[in-house]
């Protein structure tokens, strides 16, 4: 991409890292040992609320209720459990509760009526069967509760607001802190979201075949949307936030498992894996960025190297040919297997962005062919891709242009233009740490 770690793309958060101290699997062992009932809570909250509310969904038929229901059950649990012990169930324990609520909910509602009474009898029949819970399945559940977050009837604001509430358990505070707004904000949004579903009358269902090609792509979207502000921000005092991009890595891999004939999600998880395996080199100790020629290679994790290269591999196999998260991941995959900036193969990254951009033609892909072209050719090749995007006004309130059109103009000796360049970036940056990599660059002009 354009920006300063180099032209690919552009949640093991906290919290879950609580998990994994926590528990080992949702119902294991691990968690029974814990010395805190509420890091318990938060634990098996963020692994399984996904299932849970899907599952709620199913029941009562109402996606609103069921979200309702799932935040009762886990009010109640952080009462409950530091004070009488973690369950040996945990997650079938959240499920009891929120089904409990329902039979309740619906008594409440219409004592007399004959559905409802069965309703709420079949529901309390059926807790029982809360002790089989499988912390391992994954099922049509949790796709169809990805379909509800990014149904179309939704702002883009919405979806991602519900993706992350519902499908991955964050909590409004969390949210709020990753989408860098107040909580407030996050609770209206999702207050608005749920009545627009009611009022849709939006079904709890994976939809039809002849639909879901288009819906699934809106989830993919919101996932790369949620994945791209995390891993590049675009403003706050972190570079990156890998609490909000792991996230996404995340629910790409259930989301692979849950349409595995799917090549485009093969594609987006192999582009998510392939960039975010470069984290632990991007950023130093203190949070300074450092750059795609400065990091040291070794820190890259492998392990989500291979796990990226494998779903490219996937997606290529499943499909007639790589689409555009497919091509973006094959991109991602020249910088993987690269020693060094020098020794990547940037005439396949021109190429490769070529194809991109007639798979999904932007001005964010013609300049970051235009950087890949820098690469390959020389600045003086390049120049002429980024002055036609200024001339047909493309990218005019963003820092991206300006920062690569500076760049370029300093790599060719034109220091007057390139610092007037550097300049205007800056004032556009919104993200504190990508300024001073900016404002550093403009030091160096003299």
Known sequence: MARADGPALT???????????????????????????????????????ARIVSTLARSTGDFS????????ALAAALVAWPRDGIPASPAAWLLTVGRRRAVDTYRR??????????LARDLSESVGDDLLWDPDRIDDDVLALMFVACHPVLSREAQVTMTLRVV????????????????AT??????????????A????????????????????????????????????SDWIRQDLAHEAVRQARVLAQLVPDEPEVHGLLALLELT????????????????????????WDRS????????LATAGRVGRGLGAYGVQAAIAECHAVAPSVRETDWDRIVVLYEALGRLAPSPVVELNRAVALSMAQGPAAALPVVDELVAAGSLRESHLLPSVRGELLRRLGRDDDARRELERAIDLCGNEREREVLARKLAALG
């Open 11 to 49: 949640s093991s958060s906290e919290s879950r890292g609580k998990a994994s101290a926590c528990v080992a699997r949702a119902d294991g062992p691990a968690l029974t040992r814990s010395g805190s009932g509420r890091e318990a809570v938060e634990a098996v909250w963020r692994i399984e609320s």
């Open 276 to 299: 975010a395996a470069r984290f632990p080199a991007r950023v130093r100790d203190d949070g300074e960025p450092v750059l795609l020629e400065e990091q040291d290679r070794r820190r």
């Open 109 to 118: 509602r219409v004592a007399l009526d004959e559905r409802n009474a069965t």
């Open 304 to 311: 989500a190297i291979r796990r990226g290269r494998a779903a």
């Open 186 to 199: 996050v609770q209206a949004r999702v207050t608005r979201a749920k009545k627009t579903l009611g009022a």
């Open 201 to 236: 009358q939006v079904p709890f269902e994976v939809p039809p075949p002849d639909e879901r090609r288009e819906r699934l792509a809106s989830v993919l979207n919101v996932l790369y949307l949620v994945f791209t502000e995390g891993s590049s921000a675009t403003s706050g």
């Open 168 to 183: 991955g358990g964050l909590t409004s505070d969390e949210i709020a802190r990753a989408l860098l707004v107040p909580t």
């Open 65 to 72: 209720l069921a979200e309702d229901l799932a935040q009762e």
